[in-house]
């Protein structure tokens, strides 16, 4: 059963920091393209990074480039998302997802209609 459970979300001060978790079931994450959704209140879902299947590629929206770092664990088939200088705009659900690109891919995205595969979340709040 393939399965994308994250975690590490909560309750944050402006300017802190989380580091978000994919635990990912069911198949090895080197054979997929893995990414991270954020939805806020009333707002359609953003594509926030990615993460090829080789690792060698990311992708980052404008909006937290210098501030996440997504990585992976392919030995513990997870992938991070580590969150720095949060802001109050940065509070969302955020969602894990994975597109089956294949062994070895060398590009990555975050095409929300494209992913296969969802986790249900996990919110993230900042306070100002």
């Known amino acids: 059963q393939l399965q994308l459970v994250e975690s590490g979300g909560g309750l944050v001060q402006s300017g802190g920091s989380l580091r978000l978790s994919c635990a990912v079931s069911g198949f090895t994450v080197d054979y997929y393209t893995i990414a991270w959704f954020r939805q806020a209140p009333g707002k359609e879902r953003e594509g926030v990074s990615c993460t090829s299947s080789s690792g060698s590629m990311t992708d980052y929206a404008d909006s937290v480039k210098g501030r996440f770092t997504i990585s992976r664990d392919n030995a513990n088939n997870t992938v991070h998302l580590q969150m720095y200088s949060l802001k109050p705009e940065d509070t969302a659900v955020y969602y894990c997802?994975?597109?089956?690109?294949?062994?070895?891919?060398?590009?990555?995205?975050?095409?929300?209609?494209?992913?296969?595969?969802w986790g249900g979340g996990t919110l993230v709040t900042v306070s100002s």
């Open positions: 997802a994975a597109d089956p690109t294949g062994y070895g891919s060398t590009w990555c995205h975050f095409i929300a209609k494209d992913m296969d595969f």
